[in-house]
């Protein structure tokens, strides 16, 4: 069984900073890409960062660029997402997905595409 566990979520004021962490406990994330997803009430969830299974590429939702930033760490076995400058457009349920992939396979980050996901962690964003 495919397990992902978020954390890291919470309250922060806007230009705040969280990191999300994403661990898997029952499989390598080696041979998986990665995607973290949110979604805020009354809206369609959204691909807000991806990263390949061996990490060297990445691809942002156009409103997160320069914003935050995607990683893994496979010693840990955990994907992190780094949000920084927040703002009140950020305010979600953030989800880690993940599908398994060949080395080659272009990085895609629609939902549509990720079988496995976690349970979400909270962000909000208010002063």
């Known amino acids: 069984q495919v397990r992902l566990a978020e954390s890291g979520g919470g309250l922060v004021q806007p230009g705040g900073a969280l990191r999300l962490s994403c661990a898997a406990s029952?499989?390598?994330?080696?041979?998986?890409?990665i995607g973290w997803f949110r979604q805020a009430p009354g809206k369609e969830r959204e691909g807000v960062a991806c990263?390949?299974?061996?990490?060297?590429?990445?691809v942002y939702v156009e409103s997160v660029k320069d914003r935050f930033t995607i990683s893994k760490d496979k010693d840990k076995n955990t994907v992190y997402l780094q949000m920084n400058s927040l703002n009140p457009e950020d305010p979600a349920v953030y989800y880690c997905?993940?599908?398994?992939?060949?080395?080659?396979?272009?990085?895609?980050?629609?939902?549509?595409?990720?079988?496995?996901w976690g349970q979400g962690t909270q962000v909000t964003v208010s002063s």
């Open positions: 990263i390949t299974r061996g990490g060297g590429s990445t």
């Open positions: 997905a993940a599908k398994r992939t060949i080395l080659t396979a272009p990085l895609t980050c629609a939902s549509a595409d990720y079988p496995y």
């Open positions: 029952t499989f390598t994330l080696n041979y998986h890409a």
